[in-house]
């Protein structure tokens, strides 16, 4: 009895997962237009570190020599040593409908040769948007989760040294407005655009809300009427809507990765009439060079005659025929019986693409 690979395993376990999902809610699969998160940046500086920071000090030096001329303090820069601060930029993520006061998790990051930000502290940062404008402050202790230490002669070093977290180390000072109430209608976005997909949304929308509000504008764009009575309270209306289950379409996909070998193979991919044939070819050339040599009081040379020995082998292999009704669980169980391995499978796939007789996506990354 042949022995079932993990692949062909792990295969045979997304398509039963694929071929028995059902429906989903609606926000899973849609997001609200003009409801989203708005990404935040600064430049600051860590300070603190344990002669790990910037070693060549032109942006840092002049950056801490200004800020300590805001202080009241005249320094030189030209006789900073900043071996103890590096330069880093400031990222963090606002989500929609955040107010002033709430913390945001912010992440750090170096600018210079820093060998590590390990012990630093940030000094306070404006976080910007995209519009210029101060929306939260950062400002706190570097938590790094590894650690560094060396000396001249090497080092070792846990995890990436260079970028570090502050959990809850921003806060919002400005809000972004966003006014639901009032609203006439509402635009629904779907994740993954799909003509079937939107239809359905639409028809499960206007079902639950026993009127004719929603309509599909294109494959990934729907557009719902607010009922009046619910113009004054939107949250709820909203919802209400993310609360439906809806039963997403997708086209017929293989996606494959040759770097790592892995194959996902989507609901939904047949094979047209096709016969398929794959077995490996290997051949052996072993060199065997036979020396002859002569007695110690004989005349002659020594010579050397190459000896090559050529050896093949191919394996032997039924030939695959697959009919106009073959499905993805045929293939598998047929794959299966014939032990192929990841890179095989690719090959195979490919071989079937080329050929026409795949009716799926082959998408190769």
Request: net charge negative; charged share 20%.
């Given at each position: 009895m042949k022995k079932t690979t993990p692949l062909i395993i792990a295969l045979a376990a997304i398509v039963l997962f694929s071929s028995t999902a059902g429906a989903v809610r609606l926000k899973d699969i849609t997001s609200f237009k003009g409801i989203r998160t708005n990404p935040l940046i600064g430049y600051g500086m860590i300070v603190g570190l344990n002669g790990t920071g910037d070693k060549s000090g032109g942006v840092v030096t002049q950056s801490m020599a200004n800020m300590m001329e805001r202080m009241g303090v005249n320094v030189d820069k030209s006789q900073l040593q900043m071996k103890n601060v590096a330069a880093v930029m400031v990222t963090a993520t606002m989500p929609a409908?955040?107010?002033?006061?709430?913390?945001?998790?912010?992440?750090v990051s170096s600018l210079g040769d820093a060998s590590s930000l390990f012990g630093g502290t940030l000094l306070v940062t404006p976080m910007?948007?995209?519009d210029g404008k101060v929306y939260a402050l950062a400002q706190g202790q570097l938590a790094l989760g590894g650690y560094g230490a060396g000396g001249d002669g090497g080092g070792s070093a846990k995890n990436h040294l260079q970028v570090a977290k502050i959990p809850n180390g921003a806060t919002i000072e400005r809000e972004i407005p966003v006014r639901l109430n009032g609203k006439e209608a509402l635009t629904l976005t779907l994740s993954n655009p799909d003509f079937t997909t939107a239809k359905r949304v639409t028809e499960a929308i206007n079902e639950e809300l026993g009127l004719q509000l929603a309509r599909a504008v294109d494959s990934g764009t729907v557009q719902i009427g607010i009922p009046p009575d619910d113009r004054g309270d939107v949250t709820m209306f909203i919802a209400s809507l993310e609360a439906i289950d809806v039963t997403p379409d997708a086209v017929a996909k293989i996606v494959v990765n040759e770097k790592t070998g892995t194959v996902v193979i989507g609901k939904n991919v047949k094979i047209s009439t096709v016969a398929v044939t794959h077995g490996n070819l290997t051949i052996n050339v072993l060199e065997m060079p036979q020396v002859s040599q002569p007695n110690a009081l004989a005349e002659g040379e020594t010579v050397v005659t190459p000896?090559?020995?050529?050896?093949?082998?191919?394996?032997?292999?039924?030939?695959?025929?697959?009919?106009?009704?073959?499905?993805?669980?045929?293939?598998?169980?047929?794959?299966?019986?014939?032990?192929?391995?990841?890179?095989?499978?690719?090959?195979?796939?490919?071989?079937?693409?080329?050929?026409?007789?795949?009716?799926?996506?082959?998408?190769?990354?």
């Open positions: 409908f955040a107010r002033g006061g709430t913390g945001l998790d912010v992440t910007k948007g995209v000896q090559t020995e050529v050896i093949v082998e191919e394996e032997e292999v039924n030939v695959m025929l697959f009919a106009e009704t073959t499905t993805i669980g045929d293939l598998i169980k047929a794959l299966n019986a014939i032990g192929v391995t990841p890179r095989d499978m690719i090959s195979i796939f490919q071989s079937i693409k080329a050929a026409g007789a795949l009716q799926a996506e082959l998408e190769i990354l």
